[in-house]
């Protein structure tokens, strides 16, 4: 790099998602100055938080590239198996997320790598998308995956999907989408139904009907208007009613017996599904 003067690299905060790939997201306060990143086995991403000023990026000791980045924009990805080198004009927070190479691989199949490197060496870039997805994957982690596996595994495979758009100029290779049969839909809401009280991932539903993740979500989105997380939630807030309704189990045992992590898990999600709290649905209820 042009400097000498070496960054001060702080890492304030470190989590990793649920689900069946888990990915690190660590947030870290960059001063001004170089920092070299050695080459890794899995992809990195960088989206800045906080701050603007001018960034220089070189992978695998090319030349090296200056622009200017401000909160909201994400730096240049940097591949498997690349180191790269970095310098800031100026203090910045970045939210770093570490992502192993098997989160791409729902999309082997459409491609012969599972990531464009195109991507990797473009500039920095805004996305909308992207920007929501990450920003949620760091809340759900920072909050304990209250929302379990099945959520990150949604919003993991929402976020490469959003990558490997973007790595594609817009556009994915897709199979031709298909439905879900009656008796296959009838086989998942049995299996579901017996585990609302355990931790549920994509990948368990989807190899019920011998799909693979990705075309699994996108055939029962396609089959009934819904995620397969919001299935789950739906699920559970009814199976809560019909306690809450019909049983002597307290407000906490309910939350447990349904899958939910705590009372106060239960109560924010079932207020937000339901418009009130399960204390007062089932004063209601019952009066």
């Known amino acids: 790099m042009a400097s000498t003067c070496a960054a001060t690299v702080d890492v304030r905060e470190s989590w990793r998602t649920a689900g069946a790939v888990p990915l690190r997201l660590d947030l870290v306060d960059f001063s001004a100055g170089g920092s070299a990143d050695p080459a890794g086995d899995h992809f990195v991403l960088c989206f800045v938080l906080r701050g603007c000023g001018d960034i220089r990026s070189s992978f695998d000791g090319l030349r090296a590239r200056k622009q200017y980045f401000r909160a909201g924009m994400f730096v240049p990805v940097t591949p498997p198996n690349v180191s790269a080198d970095f310098w800031m004009s100026a203090p910045m927070q970045h939210l770093m997320l570490t992502l192993p190479q098997n989160a791409f691989e729902p999309w082997r199949a459409h491609s012969d790598a599972p990531f464009s490197p195109r991507l990797a060496y473009e500039d920095g870039f805004e996305d909308t998308l992207l920007s929501e997805i990450v920003r949620a994957l760091w809340l759900e982690a920072r909050e304990n995956n209250g929302n379990g596996a099945l959520y990150a595994d949604s919003m993991r495979m929402a976020l490469v999907a959003a990558l490997v758009r973007r790595s594609q100029d817009g556009t994915i290779r897709s199979q031709k989408g298909?439905?879900?049969?009656?008796?296959?839909?009838?086989?998942?809401?049995?299996?579901?139904?017996?585990?609302?009280?355990?931790?549920?991932?994509?990948?368990?539903?989807?190899?019920?009907?011998?799909?693979?993740?990705?075309?699994?979500?996108?055939?029962?989105?396609?089959?009934?208007?819904?995620?397969?997380?919001?299935?789950?939630?739906?699920?559970?807030?009814?199976?809560?009613?019909?306690?809450?309704?019909?049983?002597?189990?307290?407000?906490?045992e309910v939350a447990h017996a349904t899958g939910f992590v705590d009372q106060a898990h239960l109560t924010s999600v079932f207020r937000r599904y339901e418009g009130l709290p399960p204390a007062k649905y089932r004063k209601n209820v019952r009066s």
């Open 178 to 252: 298909r439905r879900l049969s009656r008796s296959e839909l009838a086989s998942l809401h049995a299996f579901v139904s017996d585990r609302l009280e355990d931790e549920l991932c994509l990948a368990d539903l989807a190899k019920r009907v011998q799909m693979k993740e990705r075309s699994f979500a996108s055939a029962f989105k396609f089959s009934t208007g819904q995620t397969p997380y919001q299935y789950l939630i739906r699920m559970r807030i009814d199976r809560a009613k019909d306690y809450l309704a019909n049983s002597t189990m307290t407000i906490w």
